[in-house]
Structures are given as C-alpha cells and as structure tokens.
C-alpha cells in the first residue's frame, strides 16, 4: 500500500508567499492545510492546487489566538493526518518610526509573528514528536538586520531567528528541524502597502528597489517557495536551526 503523503501546514496561505508555499509543497506531494485568518480567503491557493492535481483543505484561523490554533490544528490532524511540516508565514506590518510607533503596534506585529509561530509550533511539535519526523520553517527577514519605520517587525522577524535555533536544539532528537527563510525583497501586497506608505507607485517602487539588488531584479513569491521546499524535504534531514538569506545577493 503507498505510504499517505506527509501533511502540511502553511499560515497566511491565502496569497502572496504563503500562496506559493502551499502550492509548490503541494507539487512536491504533500497534502497542504492552506491556513488565513478566514477560511473563505483561501478559496484561490485550495482551488490553484486542486485543479494542478493536489490535496488541499483550507482553514481559517488567526495565529496569535490560542483557541483558534488548537482547534485548527486538531482539524487537520482529523481531516488530512498528522501535521509533520509547518511553514510559519502569516505577518501583518503596522510600520512607524519609534516615537510615533503605538503599543497597539507593537502588540499586532509581535502577536502575529511571534506568538503565532510559538503557537502553531506547539501545537504541531505534537504531532512531529510523535510521528518522530518534522520540518518547520520559519519566514523571517532580511529587516531582523535593521530597517528604518520597522522597530516592531525587525524585532519579531530577529526574534524568529532565535526562535528556530531553539527549536532545532530541542527538537533534533525526534528528527524535526527548524530553519528560517529571510527573504529580501519580494513583490507581493506586502511590498505594495510599503508603496503607498512611501507615496510612490508600486511599479515605481520595484524598479527604484531593482537597482539595489545584485541579481538585478525583485524577488518573486516562488524564489522564497523554493527554498522553503528544500528545508521541509527528506535530504534537509541534517540541516538545521539556518537562517537562509533569500535577497539577490548578501543583502538587498
Ligand atoms: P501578505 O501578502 O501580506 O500575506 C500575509 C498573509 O498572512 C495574508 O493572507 C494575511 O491575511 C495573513 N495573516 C495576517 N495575519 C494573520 C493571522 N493573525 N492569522 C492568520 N493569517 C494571517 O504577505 P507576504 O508578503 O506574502 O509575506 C509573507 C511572510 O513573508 C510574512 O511573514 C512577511 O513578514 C515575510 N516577508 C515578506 C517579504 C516581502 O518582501 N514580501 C520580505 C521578507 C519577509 P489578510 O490578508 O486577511 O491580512
């Protein structure tokens, strides 16, 4: 009988790179939880995926509520098997420089990256450690190295970094790693709001950011899908708590 395809989890899959995330790990042959804070939101990647052939159910849930990770990940554990792969995404960005920057900032981004990640990991380190095989993936950025209007996501995507090594250390026992993907610049609606934060076009933006990056081009949602499906197949077995810059060149 064929062994079922391992299962995965992928947060804010609705679009941009967790979009891209959950479709190429889908291509690769797992069967993919496409989670975002409304169900109804992920209706796109689930339909992209099934019609390329693939096992997709979407979930929604908000990351940074306990109850809502628990009972999200139960559900796919009930509906498609045992979550082994996580793929940490979802983020929010609430940019202001320091001295205009609210709490309520600072509590959004941090509760969303952070206690996200802390609470989607622990809920699918249950099942990795009893399934003794995992893979999780955390999306940090090339910003945990400091960026002007970002006090409160540089702190969270760094702290995402430290986060994986822990786990890593914790984990290696069961056969679960933990890495982080800092991706440089890559066009999605993330990139777009920072546009319109700068009063410059999108396109505009690209272009100016282009000149910037040694490969001479933005990043796409597939160049960071890529590096996420090295870190979560079987050959990454001994690679573990990395931080791989994903940016066109040492930095962007
Ligand atoms: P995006 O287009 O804004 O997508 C993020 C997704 O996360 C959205 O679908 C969003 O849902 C969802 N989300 C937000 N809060 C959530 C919550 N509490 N629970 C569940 N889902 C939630 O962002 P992206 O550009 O693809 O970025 C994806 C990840 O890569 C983020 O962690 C980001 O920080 C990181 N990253 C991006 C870049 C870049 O250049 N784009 C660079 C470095 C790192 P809604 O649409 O409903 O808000």
Redesign the pocket.
Known sequence: MAESPRVAVV????????ASIAQRLAADGRAVAV????EE?TEETVRAITAAGGRAIGVG????SADDVKRAVDHVATTLGPPTILVN????LRDNLIFRMTEDDWDAVVS??LR?AFLMTRAVQTHQVKQEWGRIVC?????ALGNRGQAN?TAA?AGLQGFVKTLAIELGRYNVTANAI??????????RITAERMKLTHEGFLAQVAREIPVGRV?K?ED?AAAAAFFTSDEASFVSGQVLYVAGGPKA
């Not at 849930?61 to 940074?64: F, G, I, N, Q, R």
């Not at 999306?139 to 910003?143: E, R």
């Open positions: 947060t804010g899959a609705a679009r941009g790179i967790g989670l975002d804070l409304s939101s849930a908000d990351v940074s995404n979802a983020g929010i969303v990256h996200g999306l940090s950025s090339i910003s996501y995507k800092a991706p440089g610049f890559i066009a999605t609606d993330m990139t990043g949602p960071i």
